[in-house]
């Protein structure tokens, strides 16, 4: 990533307001504790906060790395540690080395971070773990980016450096790296480490994205909606240390990734569902109507009734897909999750309701039971005797598919009715 030059920080003009109660002292070992009342909010350029769970071990020097790149830089700042319930001691721990602390009620990494985004007081925010695997003495990066005009700055590890045994390698070489892709594909990101912990961004573009998420899906939150909306991102190398505590990480691998991707799926139905889904329905259907006809060859291989099955479930399933895209786009957007939108799918939002879903799946069914009564109607006619069996699966198929599809179609405008009702409730 390009960087713009830019002057020494202690040489800018926030050197000239920086006042001593924000930074501690270089004499004491321990710094003076933060008071807000001291310094004007307007006069903070940069708060760094910290989620806080039990981190008694590591919290201390954290705090202590940021103080002194406040003190080194001249930059004015604060420090929060935005505290989800220790019962270890670090809220003592934090306010003795110089920093404020948040008590945020609402459990989860992602809660803790928006209620210490919520109480800072400075332009730009830079986020990281307070376990002592970032380095908070060296900021300079994402802050000559910050003050450049990107609004959201990634650290990326994998370019920075990532010791030995600081991170597993199911993290290292599947999980960070399969979720990142999926990233970049579904929402055309740069980004190339989407959960790096350590970021910064400018603390009102970042509010305005109305960020929700409560877990450790908050870190693909904050880049997917950055990047859906156009925002200015980029990436900074950045080092990642082993974990300093001796208890194992709040992190749960297979638990918190399958959030992670969860996450990802609400906001790529098109991508995921639509797109393979529309495929599906398509070879399916086709393939099912051209098979009750007859038999088809092409080239050396032929198809008949065992393929036009195959066929019918195929497309089934992609029907599926593709209603389950159009479900979950609708759901998402009734949630307040700011996703793309286009013309056609808000015209087809606005056309589309439990009345019109149930007319067209009834049709699809009385369609397919016609072909049933009239299969029933020829075998009573001819006494309910012995029927030429591949003749008759033949067009039973479709017949079936066709009910099965109505079926499908009535459900989904049930479930959409079920949405529109939460949606008049609030």
């Not at 969860?262 to 070879?283: D, E, K, M, Q, Y």
């Not at 032929?302 to 593709?322: E, I, K, M, R, T």
Request: with cysteine.
């Amino acid at each position: 990533m390009t960087t713009t030059d830019t002057p020494a920080l202690a040489d800018g003009p926030f050197a000239r307001t920086v006042e001593p109660a924000l930074l501690a002292p270089a004499a004491p070992a321990v710094p003076a504790p933060f008071v807000a009342a001291e310094t004007a909010a307007d006069a903070i350029e940069l708060s760094i906060v910290m989620p806080c769970l039990n981190e008694a071990e590591t919290l201390a020097t954290c705090i202590d790395k940021a103080q002194g790149y406040l003190r080194r830089s001249g930059v004015v700042g604060e420090i929060i540690i935005a505290d989800n319930g220790s019962t270890d001691g670090s809220q003592h721990i934090a306010r003795e080395h110089g920093a404020r602390v948040v008590d945020v009620p609402d459990k989860g990494y992602g809660a803790a971070l928006i209620g210490g985004i919520a109480a800072a007081s400075g332009t730009y925010v830079i986020m990281g773990d307070a376990d002592d695997s970032y380095d908070f003495s060296d900021l300079d990066a994402f802050l000559e980016r910050l003050r450049a005009g990107d609004e959201l700055v990634m650290g990326n590890r994998f370019r920075g450096g990532i010791e030995p045994g600081a991170m597993p390698p199911l993290h290292k070489y599947l999980g960070n790296p399969v979720l990142s892709t999926i990233g970049r594909l579904f929402f055309r990101s740069p980004i190339r480490d989407f959960h790096c912990g350590l970021r910064g961004f400018d603390r009102a573009a970042i509010q305005s994205l109305r960020l929700q998420t409560t877990g450790m899906e908050f870190a693909s939150e904050m880049v997917v909606k950055a990047s859906l909306e156009g925002r200015r991102v980029s990436e900074v190398p950045t080092t990642l240390k082993k974990d300093g505590r001796s208890r194992p990480p709040h992190l749960r691998s297979w638990r918190d990734g399958w959030r992670h991707l969860r996450f990802l799926l609400i906001f790529s139905p098109r991508w995921l569902f639509l797109v393979p889904g529309t495929a599906a329905f398509a070879i399916g259907m086709l393939g099912t109507l051209f098979l009750s006809f007859g038999p088809l060859v092409v080239g050396d291989i032929g198809f008949d009734v065992a393929s036009q099955v195959y066929l019918a479930a195929l497309a089934a399933v992609g029907y599926q897909g593709v209603i389950f895209a159009i479900l979950t786009k609708i759901f998402a957007q009734h949630e307040g999750f700011r996703i793309p939108r286009s013309r056609n799918f808000d015209r087809l939002e606005r056309r589309i309701s439990l009345e019109s879903s149930a007319l067209a799946g009834v049709a699809l069914f009385l369609v397919g039971l016609v072909v049933g009564v009239v299969q029933f109607s020829v075998w009573a006619s001819s006494g309910f005797g012995a029927l030429h069996a591949i003749a008759t699966v033949r067009a039973a198929i479709p017949a079936a598919v066709l009910m099965i599809l109505g079926a499908q179609t009535v459900m989904a405008g049930m479930f959409l009715g079920v949405l529109s009702v939460g949606l008049k409730r609030r």
